[in-house]
């Protein structure tokens, strides 16, 4: 059982490129979510779906775009990475928010 | 505005001895509190969560006493280990708007907890 599978591991972009952060959970659960995490700050939600077709803005949703065509894939879009979007980023996953979530290893992402 | 609090980021204690971790929130339409154990380069884990219809629940050496009428939660772990070093963050839900709307979970900034042998 893969539970929630993140990738890349790493990244470094330059100011202005574009990437998309993968997420994959294999649990069948409906909700999903991204988070940053960044020194003092705790974790961030930036988007989150509660299932296929469904998202929604979190705390801190500028400069990310998420999709939800499947259960399985909730993946996170940078538009034009800037260097304040350098952070680490978590997807999670539950069968609802009063369930508990699961979390893939984190996409360390460094923006030049 | 942070919504969760939690005031203390670090805490150090022997092993063997109880671990406090506190936690405080603001907003009263939060219902299901929950906490996590983050080692470095891993994702945070599950540890054990609370629903507001309760004010404890227990799971071996970890319990989570609920206040609500103070809007604060506790984590208590006894006895302490060195395997228990990590960061934790407490964490709360609720499902805003007439129609469950807004679904989120709001974390607290964290806490570093360090068990000396």
């Known amino acids: 059982n893969a539970g929630v599978t993140q990738t890349p591991k790493f990244q470094v972009l330059k100011t202005g490129q574009s990437m998309t952060l993968q997420c994959a959970q294999d649990m069948n659960h409906e909700y999903m979510s991204w988070y940053r995490q960044d020194p003092g700050m705790g974790l961030r939600l930036i988007h989150y779906?509660?299932?296929?077709?469904?998202?929604d803005q979190g705390e801190v949703p500028n400069g990310y775009n998420v999709s939800r065509s499947t259960t399985e894939d909730f993946p996170l879009r940078l538009l034009s990475a800037a260097p304040s979007q350098t952070s680490v980023y978590f997807c999670?996953?539950?069968?609802?928010?009063?369930?508990?979530?699961?979390f893939g290893d984190g996409t360390r992402l460094s923006i030049l | 505005d942070q919504q969760v609090k939690q005031n203390s980021p670090s805490l150090s204690v022997q092993e063997g001895r109880i671990s406090i971790l506190n936690c405080d929130y603001t907003?009263?339409?939060?219902?299901?509190f929950l906490w996590y154990k983050k080692y470095p380069a891993e994702g945070p884990t599950f540890l054990i969560s609370?629903?507001?219809?309760?004010d404890k629940n227990e799971d071996g050496r970890f319990t989570v006493f609920l206040n609500k009428s103070a809007k604060h939660l506790s984590l208590h772990i006894v006895p302490s280990q060195p395997g228990d070093s990590a960061v934790y963050f407490c964490?709360?839900?609720?499902?805003?708007?007439?129609?469950?709307?807004?679904?989120?979970?709001?974390f607290g900034k964290g806490m570093k907890l360090t068990v000396n042998p």
């Open positions: 999670a996953s539950s069968y609802s928010i009063y369930q508990p979530q699961h």
């Open positions: 609370i629903s507001s219809i309760k």
């Open positions: 964490a709360a839900s609720a499902v805003w708007g007439t129609q469950g709307g807004s679904e989120k979970l709001v």
């Open positions: 907003n009263s339409m939060f219902d299901y």
């Open positions: 779906s509660v299932g296929a077709g469904i998202t």
